[in-house]
């Protein structure tokens, strides 16, 4: 079975602080995600990645960056923490770009005080 | 890709088999009709996709129409841990769909124990 790892379940921050959230898959996928999900809102796309140091921007980039140093590993970077950053951040990865099974991390909750 | 239509909610005894529908009567020859499931505080998970026979594997099965509008997960027998909300989707293999997910509302299924 595909391993899809967030590194934290429920982080609380303060405003203005640096945050990393770190995923990491263990099936050797070129194309992983970061999303946010909001009650009402569904899903939105931040960031993806393609392949190692490749990134595309999504439909809310702002006041985020990500980093993938190594193809198992893909980093979400919220530069300054926030309050409707408050959340939860969804790390995704898939063998493909388009059309594929997207394999889902247990989600992130991030609260920004 | 294309839209799909889910009832907001349903109802299942526990034990007793749960049949999902799902409408897309706008689906293209190139779209996998893929499901997902959300539990709660958890990301969403793979459950089956198939693009024209039916579908079965160890979580469900997967009935597709004979003219693709439609399709039915078919749950055998419903757990408590199957309480969740479900998603259909349509991904398009062919390379000319979005990365983006959407998800839409999806069902809710609540398990009456």
């Known amino acids: 079975d595909v391993k899809v790892t967030q590194s934290s379940r429920y982080l609380v921050k303060r405003t203005g602080e640096k945050v990393f959230l770190e995923c990491v898959q263990d099936?050797?996928?070129?194309?992983m995600f970061w999303y946010r999900q909001d009650p009402g809102l569904g899903l939105r796309l931040i960031y993806f990645?393609?392949?190692?140091?490749?990134?595309e921007k999504g439909d809310i980039p702002e006041g985020y960056s990500v980093s993938r140093e190594k193809k198992e590993r893909f980093s979400l970077i919220l530069e300054s923490a926030s309050t409707n950053q408050t959340s939860m951040y969804l790390c995704?990865?898939?063998?493909?770009?388009?059309?594929?099974?997207?394999?889902f991390g247990e989600g992130s909750w991030l609260t920004v005080v | 890709d294309a839209k799909t239509t889910q009832p907001n909610s349903m109802e299942s005894n526990e034990e007793e088999p749960v049949h999902l529908p799902c409408n897309h009567s706008?689906?293209?020859?190139?779209?996998?009709i893929h499901w997902y499931r959300q539990l709660p505080s958890q990301g969403p998970e793979y459950v089956i996709h198939?693009?024209?026979s039916n579908v079965n594997n160890r979580m469900a099965s997967l009935a597709i129409a004979e003219d693709r509008k439609s399709s039915t997960l078919i749950l055998h027998r419903a757990t408590l841990r199957d309480a969740a909300v479900y998603y259909c989707?349509?991904?398009?293999?062919?390379?000319?769909?979005?990365?983006?997910?959407?998800f839409g509302k999806g069902t809710k299924l609540s398990v009456i124990p």
């Open positions: 706008t689906i293209s020859g190139t779209d996998y």
């Open positions: 198939g693009l024209t």
């Open positions: 989707i349509l991904r398009d293999l062919s390379g000319a769909g979005s990365y983006q997910l959407t």
């Open positions: 099936m050797d996928h070129e194309n």
């Open positions: 995704a990865s898939s063998l493909y770009i388009r059309g594929n099974t997207i394999y």
């Open positions: 990645s393609y392949d190692v140091k490749m990134k």
